[in-house]
């Protein structure tokens, strides 16, 4: 409302001046009162001397209170006594009396507005919540035709002066600030806000007053009061003015709230090393004693800078004076500039050469003397260099001369006075006595263990996990029981494994090297789509986990889903890297022949899944009847069958392996272990380098590769966890833009769930569509059309049908109708090719029976002649027939339907040839899709 707009205006601007009042802008110095956060729901906390204000917010929730916790409520301030609003808003409404009306209950009701006076020249007035009708002023009496005069001393208010009108009655000429008719209505000076800034205007009798918030002056509240106006900044401080207050800005060397305090630079005792320091405006002095310099004095004047030491003497500077050290240069003086003789004194011992030099001299000693005048005798026996307990002797003791068998020259000489003979103890030899003679050369130490040559002796050190004299004892480890929540130890050779208990139901497994840890590490664990997780504990003792993927899904957290679809006839094709030539032996010890491994699911039975190679070396896997087919050619063909079936919608797994035998694990409905086929002929011809196999095709082949195919069709389905040597494929890297009908996923509707064969048939679902397998005598797509039947030999007349045949059928053909009839014998039908009969079906006995002239008679035992519907079927294949209800299966011979053959149902023209057969068919045999034409005789 503008009422609640205009006053909050105002409450904002009077709350912000009396807090700034209450806070003391002025001030220099406030307690931090707003730390502990009083102010509530996002409230702005102002701090002032000794307490604190909370700005409450204004919207989109509106709060009031001194901690700003209360929703405001707009009727507190609202012009109306009778008021409703929303809290926390700063809507309301105004509920009026009878005679008001308008946004805030101050506009008066007109009750004039509905013409209530009825006389001629009565005229209505207005009044509080009423009217009255009045006669025109100056008329008067009961139609108002009466002038008279209207002013009294009552008449005009507050001052004004009436003046009578005749035929119009009376006008108040209104003192200054009133108006109205009868100048009854103060008139608000206020209204036109004439107070600025802020300013509280208070309404008077032909005038208005404003009360100015602090920092304004001026009759409208229009002048900013400059507080810099008193020059109150001293010291050439520059006064900022503001708003109710004014700021100094101190000159250099000065502070204070009116830069009235000289800053002393002497008090923080800036001069160093006894110097006096002298105070000035906004800067020092320093005045330095004798041998220092710098502003602050603390610097030390070198008196070395002119290196007044020769030869190399040291300079010691000293305060305003130095001192030379000569020592160790070789010279002497106050400026070290006298050389010493260092030779003179004849320093170098047993016999060595002197040689002068610069403040020092060298002695060139002889071998086997030693130090800095060659006064050291150097033992050469010090270190014991003789080993196995002989005896060291020094060619330098002159006292081993003529005495001992060893030093054969009598005479000593310091040229050959360095280095030692030694004499050896019995057994061992060598300058150093140090040959041995081996005892470990026999090799007496097991297990690998390391054979220590002794004096006429030797010892084992044995490896870990072994002891004994000769290391022949393996140590258990498992005797200390390190195992620990009843796990199982399994000794190693310097080593164990703890083999953990499989955990109590609700409880975490133990883990750790000796089971004596729970793992943890699934307890808050990321794995997706229901995969099982597997705690760990890491070399660094933490726990982890890892996701045990389920089938179609791969990645740490198994959420990078590895199945994809074949929507229509399509394939991939892909380049594989070529790896490493192996050797047998390397294929056979790592178990890395060719690997394939994928997982499927259809229900068509023929089709190609994957094909690696070429047409001449190949692996692939193909559903051939339902069945599963892994085929290798690599100079000879091997071939494994699991009968499957495989196509039943449901997921199977083939993992298919080639070393030197042909190996297929399957897993599925019936096989959930895994059900293993191989070929057992080991055949070393039949080895092959992956790399003899760089393309591969998934979901079919190009039409070229189709004769070296069993199924000869495109996947249709689809496949998921595709791996290649080991090597997991995913579909992101299979499926390109250009291979249309593939997608990511796989999606299944079950198609013969709404029954589209109208229970005339057997559905069977193709994964994209329904195919319906339509029960006699229905057809079409949905099995919403009818074979007709036709009627033979109608109250006891002859007829047949006779009809060519359109298409070459080779010899892979079957027969069928349904047949209804109480004659025993008759023709139901023949095939004739130029004039003459191939193949003949009859009743015979009520019995069907075949005739061919490359064979025998051959009949079904089942009686079909009871007045039932019975189905005739019989199916011919390269040569055999085959009744498939009876499931007899016998040699017909060379039957071959080709296009222009004749058939004849029901009989034929040619009487005298079918006399033996029973001649004519009586009964209701089913119509035949081709249209057949019919004769009566």
């Known amino acids: 409302m503008e009422f609640g707009r205009v006053w909050s205006r105002h409450q904002r601007t009077l709350l912000i001046t009396m807090m700034m009042f209450k806070m003391g802008l002025l001030c220099t110095a406030a307690a931090d009162t707003c730390l502990s956060s009083p102010c509530n729901n996002g409230a702005t906390c102002v701090d002032h001397l000794e307490d604190y204000v909370c700005l409450c917010p204004k919207g989109p929730v509106w709060y ?80 108002c035709q009466v002038n008279v005069t209207t002013c009294s001393e009552e008449t005009c208010q507050n001052g004004g002066t009436c003046m009578d009108i005749p035929d119009f009655g009376h006008r108040c000429q209104c003192a200054a600030g009133y108006q109205g008719m009868d100048c009854e209505e103060n008139v608000d000076e206020c209204s036109s806000e004439p107070c600025h800034n802020g300013a509280i205007c208070k309404d008077g009798v032909d005038a208005y007053q404003c009360f100015c918030v602090p920092g304004f002056q001026g009759y409208h509240c229009d002048l900013d009061i400059n507080e810099c106006a008193s020059q109150p900044c001293r010291n050439n401080g520059t006064c900022l003015d503001q708003v109710d207050h004014y700021r100094c800005d101190c000159a250099p060397g000065f502070k204070g709230v009116n830069c009235e305090v000289d800053i002393d630079e002497c008090e923080v005792h800036p001069c160093q090393n006894g110097a006096t320091c002298r105070d000035h405006i906004a800067v020092y002095t320093c005045e330095c004693l004798a041998g220092f310099q710098g502003q602050d004095c603390e610097v030390n004047i070198d008196e070395c800078a002119s290196s007044p030491c020769l030869n190399e003497g040291r300079c010691l500077d000293g305060v305003n004076s130095y001192e030379c050290d000569c020592e160790g240069t070789g010279f002497v003086g106050l400026h070290c500039e006298e050389d010493i003789p260092e030779c003179a004194s004849d320093p170098c011992q047993h016999g060595a050469t002197c040689v002068e030099g ?64 030694c004499r050896c103890l019995p057994g061992f030899t060598g300058d150093n006595c140090s040959v041995d003679v081996d005892e470990c050369e026999s090799a007496p130490c097991l297990n690998e263990g390391t054979c220590q040559d002794l004096v006429n002796s030797y010892q084992c050190v044995c490896p870990d996990g072994f002891t004994g004299v000769h290391c022949e004892v393996d140590i258990n480890e498992c005797d200390s029981n390190p195992c620990q929540n009843g796990a ?69 957290h198994c959420n990078t889903s590895t199945t994809f679809s074949f929507n229509s006839e399509g394939y991939i094709h892909m380049q594989l890297p070529v790896s490493k030539t192996r050797t047998k032996r390397e294929a056979k010890d790592r178990n890395q022949g060719l690997h394939m491994h994928v997982r499927f699911r259809s229900t068509l039975p023929d089709m190609v899944l994957y094909h690696r190679g070429s047409t001449e070396r190949f692996i692939s896997l193909e559903l051939v009847g339902g069945s599963l087919q892994a085929r290798v050619k690599s100079g000879k063909v091997l071939q494994v069958i699991y009968p499957g079936p495989v196509n039943d919608g449901e997921w199977h797994q083939a993992t298919v392996t080639m070393d030197e035998r042909l190996v297929m694990v399957v897993k599925g409905p019936g096989c959930e272990e895994g059900c293993l086929v191989k070929n057992e002929v080991y055949n070393h011809l039949m080895f092959v380098q992956p790399s003899s196999f760089p393309q591969l095709y998934v979901g079919g082949v190009p039409r070229e590769y189709l004769a070296y195919t069993s199924s000869g ?16 494929l995913l579909p992101q890297d299979l499926i390109r833009e250009e291979n249309q009908g593939l997608e990511i996923g796989c999606s299944k509707k079950d198609w013969c769930e709404d029954d589209p064969c109208m229970q005339r048939g057997q559905c069977v679902d193709m994964w994209v569509r329904p195919s319906c397998q ?97 189905l005739v079927a019989v199916q011919v294949q390269y040569g055999h027939v085959v009744f498939p209800k009876a499931g007899n299966h016998r040699a017909l011979g060379n039957v071959s339907v080709e296009a222009g053959d004749v058939a004849y149902v029901g009989g034929a023209p040619f009487r005298h040839e079918h006399e033996c057969l029973g001649w004519k068919y009586e009964g209701l045999p089913a119509g035949h899709p081709a249209g057949p034409q019919a004769s009566d005789h």
């Open 64 to 143: 009031t209170g001194a901690y700003c916790d209360d929703l405001y409520d707009p009727c507190s301030l609202a012009p109306c006594t009778n008021c409703t609003s929303q809290p926390g808003t700063s809507a309301y409404t105004c509920h009026c009396p009878d005679g008001l009306t308008g946004l805030n209950c101050t506009e008066d009701v007109d009750e004039c507005l509905s013409n209530p006076c009825e006389g001629a020249r009565s005229n209505c007035v207005n009044r509080e919540n009423s009217y009255s009708c009045h006669c025109p002023l100056g008329s008067g009496g009961e139609d």
């Open 358 to 421: 610069v403040n020092q001299y060298m002695c060139q000693c002889w071998p086997g003397y030693q130090g800095e005048n060659c006064q050291v005798d150097t033992d050469e026996c010090e270190h014991h260099p003789c080993e196995n307990g002989g005896k060291c002797f020094q060619r330098s003791d002159i006292l081993n001369y003529g005495s001992l068998p060893e030093f054969s020259k009598a005479n000593f000489s310091y040229e050959e006075a360095a280095g030692f003979i």
């Open 488 to 556: 199982t130890c399994e000794d190693f050779a310097n080593s164990y494994r703890c083999v953990c208990p499989v955990p109590e139901p609700g409880h975490d497994p133990w883990g750790g090297r000796d089971c004596d840890v729970r793992l943890e590490g699934c307890k808050q664990h990321q794995c997706q789509h229901k995969a099982g997780c597997i705690p760990v504990l890491t070399d660094d003792e933490e726990h982890n986990y890892t996701c045990l993927c389920p089938p179609g899904w791969t990645g740490e």
């Open 713 to 728: 069709g495109a996947f249709i389905g689809c496949m998921e966890d595709f791996q290649v040597d080991h090597k997991l």
């Open 774 to 870: 339509c029960h006699r005598p229905y057809y079409g797509g949905s099995c919403d059309k009818e074979y007709p039947s036709w009627t033979f030999s109608h109250e006891n007349t002859t007829s047949y049908v006779s009809y060519n045949i359109s298409e070459t059928h080779g010899e892979n053909f079957t027969i069928s109708f349904l047949l209804r009839s109480l004659k025993h014998n008759g023709l139901l039908l023949q095939l004739r090719r130029e004039g003459k009969p191939y193949l003949t079906l009859y009743l015979k006995e009520g019995t069907v029976a075949i005739y061919s002239p490359h064979t025998t008679l051959l009949s079904e035992a089942k009686l079909v002649t009871d007045g039932n519907n019975y």
